[in-house]
């Protein structure tokens, strides 16, 4: 059986994945971050390991592995202990390769989704990424934007559910892996590349599934996968933060048209649909200094495109 045959096997373990991507996204950050933004051109990756979802990623992970590792009706369908060990070598050396090799250098950029009604932002997330109410949110139009195959960067949808849902997912995945190998007649030299594609859903199963407790963040994610820059594209944007969690790993994205990774139409001026100031910095003076910021960077259109959040937030003194 050829690679391609068994790939197509394994198909239906990608019919929940979202490939649609909304009009329009936003993402919430600092007032400093947006400066850096457009003088640099560029938007920041972070690692998913630092991010606020203390299970980000390492849930999925662990407790795929665990169930695959564990699974007697899985083990049972290989025909034989020795079959089964081709899988598990295989296995353990693709799990071992990503956790030591890849993860590092896997980043995420988050955003949210945001209706075009929707003229004041989610006070959730201004509250939790805008800076209390202090910073900007930066509306892109990812409407015209096309789908770049074999890219290294993947969008799509990240899903929310219980502690107990995921689990059900991945043991459903277990279930739907044994069911290949007793359905079908997989050759000893193709075991190994059976363990690499599930182990392939798995790992974008766990880059894009948070505890349901965060559902009202609607987040989207565009993701890096190291493994699959083949050219090397990315690599040299692979950078560095040293801010006030430390020093952290970074993907700094110039934000321009790069063969085999962007869409050719990808342009600053011409993503931002909207900058949105937040509700505690929308000031008339804070407007127009933003504008001026801008101008003076040399990008008109784009302060042609400043807003101001009309949610009555009021910044409360502590004590």
């Not at 490939?19 to 971050?33: D, K, Q, R, V």
């Not at 169930?67 to 009706?73: A, D, S, T």
Request: charge should be negative.
């Amino acid at each position: 059986m050829g690679y391609s045959e068994m790939r197509k096997l394994f198909d239906p373990i990608w019919d929940d994945v979202d490939e649609g991507i909304p009009h329009l996204l936003a993402h919430y950050t600092s007032l400093s971050a947006l400066e850096s933004i457009v003088k640099n051109n560029e938007v920041w990756f972070s690692n998913p390991l630092l991010m606020n979802d203390h299970e980000e990623v390492l849930f999925g992970l662990q407790a795929g592995i665990q169930q695959f590792n564990q699974n007697k009706e899985f083990q049972g369908e290989f025909g034989s202990p020795r079959r089964y060990r081709l899988f598990r070598d295989a296995w353990d050396e693709v799990t071992q390769v990503y956790a030591e090799n890849i993860l590092f250098d896997t980043y995420v950029f988050c955003l949210t989704e945001h209706d075009m009604e929707n003229e004041d932002g989610l006070l959730s997330m201004w509250r939790g990424y805008g800076g209390n109410g202090n910073g900007v949110a930066l509306i892109f139009d990812a409407s015209s934007l096309t789908v770049i195959d074999n890219s290294p960067l993947v969008s799509g949808r990240v899903m929310y559910a219980t502690t107990e849902q995921r689990i059900e997912w991945i043991k459903n995945l277990v279930l739907y892996a044994a069911s290949i190998f007793s359905t079908n007649q997989i050759d000893d030299s193709d075991i190994a590349s059976t363990a690499g594609i599930i182990f392939e859903r798995l790992k974008l199963f766990s880059l894009y599934t948070k505890h349901n407790g965060f559902s009202e963040e609607r987040e989207w994610r565009i993701v890096y996968l190291p493994d699959r820059d083949i050219g090397n594209k990315l690599t040299p944007m692979l950078h560095y933060h040293n801010g006030p969690r430390g020093i952290e790993p970074k993907l700094k994205l110039k934000v321009r048209p790069i063969e085999g990774v962007t869409p050719p139409e990808v342009n600053l001026d011409e993503l931002v649909y909207s900058i949105l100031l937040g509700p505690s910095v929308s000031s008339a003076i804070a407007g127009a200094s933003v504008v001026r910021m801008l101008n003076i960077m040399g990008r008109p259109r784009l302060a042609e495109r400043v807003r101001s959040s009309g949610i009555p937030l009021r910044q409360m003194s502590p004590g």
